[in-house]
């Protein structure tokens, strides 16, 4: 059973247009984090988020935490190819572990 | 800096075969760890070492899987007796502390056929 449930399973797009995927989870967390993972590679951290409402921005990309800290959402503006991924909500469980949602593949078309 | 690093990077293995994966961590990292991805699934812990600890193997499916971590640097995660279901992408990563940020290793991808 997952602890997080991410959405859209699969995300094709032209580029320049905009995209959200989602993280949610029947349970409070304390903090969020979210990956990008591109092939033969491991994910790499985008941005950590810990306050319910939050909302953090990286360049094109802002990231929001829910109001009840059950949810999350990565919106990308203006998609360009190098935006293509897998892209991972994860929290993190005793400290150390983290927990992992199925991620959302991410497709940018030239 | 080198970041973490993993051999082999791929590996086809017969059924029934013993492999063993190798995870060379970033320099200086006390926390280690091992996660397992399997197709259209997110990463699943396997098992977390932290300098001279017990490690904590609570993630590992089943008593084929074990690990274990020379001089507090390089792990070495081996899995006996291979079975299809163990067919993934088997990743580490490395920390400086507990709960500081993980780097992930380019992973190596296992096929038992």
């Known amino acids: 059973t997952q602890l997080l449930e991410q959405s859209p399973q699969f995300l094709s797009i032209q580029e320049g247009e905009n995209l959200t995927v989602y993280c949610n989870s029947s349970?409070?967390?304390?903090?969020l984090q979210w990956y990008r993972q591109e092939p033969g590679e491991g994910p790499v951290l985008l941005v950590t988020?810990?306050?319910?409402?939050e909302v953090k921005k990286l360049k094109r990309l802002t990231f929001q935490f829910g109001d009840a800290r059950k949810d999350s959402s990565l919106h990308i503006t203006a998609a360009q190819p190098g935006d293509t991924g897998l892209y991972l909500c994860?929290?993190?469980?005793?400290?150390?572990?983290?927990?992992f949602g199925a991620g959302t593949t991410v497709t940018v078309r030239a | 800096g080198a970041g973490v690093s993993q051999s082999p990077s791929n590996k086809v293995t017969e059924k029934g075969k013993d492999v063993e994966l190798r995870c060379d961590p970033i320099?200086?990292?006390?926390?280690l760890y091992w996660y397992r991805q399997s197709l259209g699934q997110g990463l699943e812990f396997l098992i977390y070492?932290?300098?001279?600890?017990?490690?904590?193997k609570s993630g590992l499916p089943s008593d084929r899987f074990s690990a274990e971590r020379t001089g507090g640097s390089v792990s070495t995660l081996t899995i006996q007796r291979t079975q299809q279901e163990d067919s993934a992408v088997y990743l580490c990563?490395?920390?400086?502390?507990?709960?500081?940020?993980?780097?992930f290793g380019p992973g190596t991808r296992l096929t038992v056929t």
């Open positions: 990563a490395s920390s400086l502390l507990d709960t500081a940020e993980q780097y």
């Open positions: 349970s409070v967390f304390s903090s």
């Open positions: 988020v810990v306050t319910g409402g």
């Open positions: 994860a929290l993190r469980r005793h400290d150390y572990k983290l927990s």
């Open positions: 320099s200086g990292h006390t926390a």
């Open positions: 070492f932290q300098g001279n600890s017990a490690p904590d």
